[in-house]
């Protein structure tokens, strides 16, 4: 009966951890597909069928990054890293003023309001790339990356204002309440008591709006025409376009794992934060 009772309990023990076991190697095998092309030499990447592992790590195609082109691939990480570091100031910014009010100064219309903004994630982001072109024609921000950067801040910032809404929301409101009594302001309120308990939120929106901004490439190609301001997703493209339909598969790979490694580092390091926040509110 002992014996029955522990394969009982080591059964399901051992489905679960040949679920993570199988999931893993599914996220994990692109990765390392990713950066072990990278690291071969530009010989050995082309070889067909493709070798499973370098035979000799080379550095050569991140050195050659930065010598393609009329402009080197390191300026674009530079331009994808300032649209990106800019949106994500501003959503962050503007996503936390409006969660505030949402979830802490109800006013007349508030609801629907918020309902209003919720709605905009239906809108197709391609259908309204003409206007956005027009607009920022007239204000005389096309083919720049303040104008980009505005871009991914109007299309980010209904997402940062919900998780930011949640965040404040799922605050008791004896915090605000005390830090009232205290003589604080609305503002200092939100500023020194609510916002430091609701750090959880701000870091699930910087997060998310950085990685929408850092790998976002339809808008940079249609909105960005100059090749010294494209940003990385776009000059990727335009590396694995190559000349005469030829492809550097090691030189392609290279470009990715420097788009992707950023990300994958800031996931690591802040996800507990990440997770926190993406369900705040969601169990009150």
């Keep these: 009966m002992n014996l029955i009772a522990d394969v009982r309990r080591t059964l399901p023990r051992a489905a679960w951890w040949t679920a993570c076991l199988c999931v893993s190697v599914v996220t994990l095998y692109p990765l390392y597909t990713m950066l072990s092309q990278s690291l071969k030499t530009p010989a050995e990447a082309t070889e067909n069928p493709p070798t499973l592992y370098p035979h000799g790590l080379s550095v050569e195609n991140y050195a050659a990054l930065g010598n393609t ?31 505030y009010g949402f979830a802490k100064l109800r006013f007349r219309g508030s609801g629907v309001l918020f309902f209003v903004i919720l709605a905009t994630f239906m809108i197709p982001f391609q259908a309204i790339i003409t206007p956005l072109f027009s607009i920022l024609h007239g204000m005389g921000l096309s083919n720049t990356l303040l104008g980009l950067t505005l871009v991914y801040t109007t ?47 701000v870091i699930s929106t910087a997060l998310f709006t950085f990685f929408a901004s850092w790998n976002e490439f339809f808008a940079a190609l249609i909105l960005v025409t100059d090749e010294a301001k494209f940003t990385l997703p776009v000059t990727l493209t335009v590396l694995a376009s190559n000349q005469l339909g030829t492809l550097n598969w090691g030189l392609t790979q290279a470009g990715v794992a420097v788009t992707a490694v950023p990300c994958i580092v800031l996931y690591l390091l802040l996800q507990r934060y990440y997770v926190t926040g993406l369900v705040a509110g969601a169990v009150k």
């Design 155 to 201: 299309f980010q910032l209904p997402f940062g204002i919900f998780l930011m809404r949640n965040s404040f929301a799922a605050l008791p409101p004896s915090i605000e309440e005390a830090a009232l009594t205290d003589g604080c302001g609305l503002v200092g309120a939100m500023a020194r008591v609510l916002l430091p308990v609701a750090i959880p939120g």
């Design 69 to 99: 082109g009329q402009v080197g691939v390191w300026q674009h990480v530079g331009n994808s890293l300032a649209v990106a570091a800019g949106a994500t100031l501003l959503t962050v910014v503007l996503a936390t003023l409006a969660g």
